[in-house]
């Protein structure tokens, strides 16, 4: 399928495994020029190898880089360059009731699932516009929607990214940014 893609520049986040090495592979396909970030470069570089066997002409980059760390979007920003499409896609929030995680473990997950999403895109919303356009994929998971007891911090961090995505989007259009929120349910 030919979605006019072709040339564009993707950067996804948490590209080295489940929904993010499907989402470079897809991109891949349409002759998107690929930039790709994970926390690890050896899967990070398997993504890339699997998507060289099936596409050899593909263009892909890798970014290993720790979202979590302090300044880590700007270190990531100043690697990657302008680009047509974001999508935000880092994080994954450990299960359990608010009494069975601890404070440590509710922040961990926060920061990498909300505070990348939002750090990406003050970032390249505003570049975005100067360019004339982009889009903006936020991944969230519908977590944010089907409240689970036994989910508690992705329950906090999907709704807000639900929020980020809405208020966001809610005027972007003039800017010619689509902004785009995906709540898929449970994957492997």
Known sequence: MDLCLTGKKVLITGASQGIGAGLA?????????????ARSLQRLDNVKEQILVKNSFANVEIFPLDLTLQNASDILVDKVGDIDMLI????????????????????EGLELKIFSYVNLCRHYYPRMKIQGGGVI???????GEICDPQYFSGAMANSSLMALTKALGSRSLEDNIRIIGVNPGPVN
């Open 25 to 37: 592979q897809a991109f891949a396909e349409e002759g998107c020029h690929l930039k790709l970030t």
């Open 88 to 107: 935000n896609n880092a994080g994954v929030v450990q299960s359990g009731s608010i009494f069975d995680l601890n404070e440590k473990e509710f922040k």
């Open 137 to 143: 994929i936020n991944n969230i998971g519908n977590g």
